[in-house]
């Protein structure tokens, strides 16, 4: 990482160096604010997914508001929030693997820990080391409900994984994972609805069948930030996993919406500068693709109407400028990523910003946890 | 960053955890040799760019095989190369702003450090800077040779800064940086040499305008892995910048070759491991986008024929299978990444294996050194 700071607690906005990962404190905590109190007013417990800013300092925030925990997506991702006093993370995917199974159940000593399974071999594995160790953890069924990545395939398929759980001694079956990746990013609402609808019906469908042979099937968790107002007021739900809703990106802006979905804000940004401007129409930053993940699209200038971001490439971003931009050299802007996620994962810090000031500067600490 | 490590001195290759990133260390020695006894041959120096890399470990070895010195992208990249002891460091890009060209001077009395230049105004303000502190540093003129990013876009200009860097104590003018990136990855070997043609006479021209006003241009400096045999035997180039060549990623690997380009080897690699295998025709391996970068291109599985990196999601990789694919759930397979340099930087340390065992972890110490 750099040997210096890009800001200190107490900077103006215009002093913090470039570029860097800046995150609004006011409309983070609106964003915050906004789905908790959209989940209690259902019920619906909220875990909202730490994935996407794999920050301690915000998920305690999280379930200061409200939240009953977190999701990860690894191990090794959730072993630093259990470091950072977290008591209840669901990683929400499937654990495989000596080395991994033993650090899951490390963690289950230390934290209430959940895990999916979608095979019968991972849970043949996972009961045979909880009762080496008499550890016990919590597994989930992972359903594929339509986004075609993991997941059982088949009601019998989801039944018997079921049975094989209940009858571990020291796994906890807890209910089924019915999460729709590719939904959330369904640009209109009627198709997200659509989507949303057969996944419910798929996850009632299964819950049922479980629940005809004897065993009690207490959580259907999921959703994402593009559906979470879905499965959140289904009754099929009772948790959600929405992750980005805190910071939004340019990709979940393109999302189309109707009076059921919620004001989520942008709340992540990245200050770059100007470092060259070649000619009258074309300008370049010094935010590339190592400081704005690209994967889902080049980032959005915010709030100038005489820049767009053209292309990225390591350490560069092409703005093209209209005739009359007062843009020159050394000036900077604020970028939208274009997918929050992988963008945080890039940064060692975020840098808090409230109006003008630098309030905080949280480490991401759970950057780079891959295992 | 993960509490725990993927791997060990003296593991074995299949011990590693994963997803992990992996130098095979007997590839990688032939293609710092290579490159190295190609320049050496025509006395072209050659300062390999180390924003592919980011480990001063390599940048070590590469300097002890015969290069100049390495090239970085940014002021706190070289910082952390300079704290490792890399003598001569050339920042091939605009270093703008008060607080980085301090850190540049700082940077210019514990080694030597060029930068570029492609604005008067920032000449003016190195010019002010080192004077004030009297600290000399090696100033480079960058021309737009047809990438058309950054970089002086006329002659009269790049006389202009020439005169202006000449005329400033503190200030070296070194030459002229034409670097060609996008030229780098056409496909086929003949728009890789008009390409570089026409970045020669663009380069000899300048060079040219700025002798002809008393200047001397003692460097011409420039080119990547796809065109450095190119540069390399052109005679008006005398140093190349080439990167990814000890690496080598996907996207290189798609460069159709004569017999003038030397056969770099893949020398990186993501080891990856089967975490879901739904069907028949689909497995989901542990990589996703943020082990693997995708802004070039989903990365190719190594050596197999039966399956194929579909899509990639943040933390996983969706893989095609023939209907005998003999994998399973847990087995490892190796990655070759899209695009090197972003793959490299999501990692905290690179696993050197030689044969069948890890020799050596480095730490990708400039990983994240963005400002």
Redesign the interface.
């Known amino acids: 990482?750099?040997?210096?700071k890009?800001a200190r607690v107490g900077d103006a906005l215009d002093q913090i160096?470039?570029?860097?990962l800046i995150l609004d404190l006011d409309a983070f905590e609106r964003n915050v604010q906004l789905l908790q109190d959209a989940m209690s007013s259902t019920g619906v417990r909220l875990r909202p997914h730490a994935?996407s800013h794999k920050c301690p300092e915000i998920a305690l925030r999280q379930i200061k508001a409200g939240a009953v925990g977190i999701c990860c997506?690894?191990v090794?991702?959730a072993?630093?929030f259990v470091?950072a006093g977290v008591p209840d993370i669901l990683i929400t995917?499937?654990?495989?693997?000596e080395?991994?199974i033993m650090?899951a159940l490390d963690l289950a000593q230390q934290a209430r820990i959940g895990i999916l399974v979608?095979?019968a071999?991972?849970v043949s594995a996972f009961a045979r080391a909880s009762a080496e160790r008499q550890v016990s953890i919590d597994l989930y069924i992972?359903v594929?409900v339509g986004m075609?990545?993991?997941?059982?395939?088949s009601i019998e398929q989801t039944v018997e994984l079921a049975r094989q759980i209940d009858q571990a001694p020291y796994l906890n079956f807890m209910g089924l994972q019915c999460y729709h990746?590719s939904a959330q990013h369904y640009r209109h609402p009627q198709d997200r609805q659509s989507a949303i609808a057969a996944v419910c019906a798929k996850a009632a469908e299964a819950k049922a069948a479980i629940e005809k042979v004897g065993i009690a099937v207490e959580r259907i968790t999921g959703a994402g930030t593009g559906s979470v107002m879905l499965e959140g007021t289904s009754t099929i739900f009772n948790e959600v996993q929405a992750g980005s809703y805190i910071l939004m990106d340019r990709d979940y802006a393109k999302n189309q919406h109707d009076a059921s979905d919620l004001p989520f804000e942008h709340a992540l940004f990245i200050k770059t500068?100007?470092?060259?401007?070649?000619?009258l129409g074309?300008a370049?930053v010094?935010a590339g693709?190592?400081?704005s993940?690209?994967?889902s699209g080049m980032p959005l200038v915010w709030q100038r109407t005489d820049a767009s971001y053209l292309k990225?490439?390591?350490?560069?971003g092409?703005l093209e400028l209209t005739a009359d931009s007062p843009l020159k050299?050394?000036d900077s802007i604020m970028l939208i990523p274009g997918h929050c996620?992988?963008t945080v994962?890039?940064?060692?810090e975020m840098i808090c910003v409230r109006g003008n000031a630098v309030e905080a500067i949280w480490p991401i600490a759970?950057?780079?946890?891959?295992?």
Chains 1, 2 share one sequence.
């Open positions: 990482m750099a040997p210096w890009a160096d470039t570029p860097a994935k997506q690894k090794s991702e072993a630093v470091a995917n499937q654990v495989i693997g080395q991994k650090h979608d095979h071999d991972n992972e594929d075609g990545r993991c997941g059982t395939t990746g500068a100007i470092l060259s401007h070649p000619t074309r370049v010094d693709l190592k400081a993940s690209v994967d990225a490439s390591d350490e560069h092409v050299l050394g996620d992988p994962n890039l940064y060692d759970a950057r780079g946890a891959l295992l």
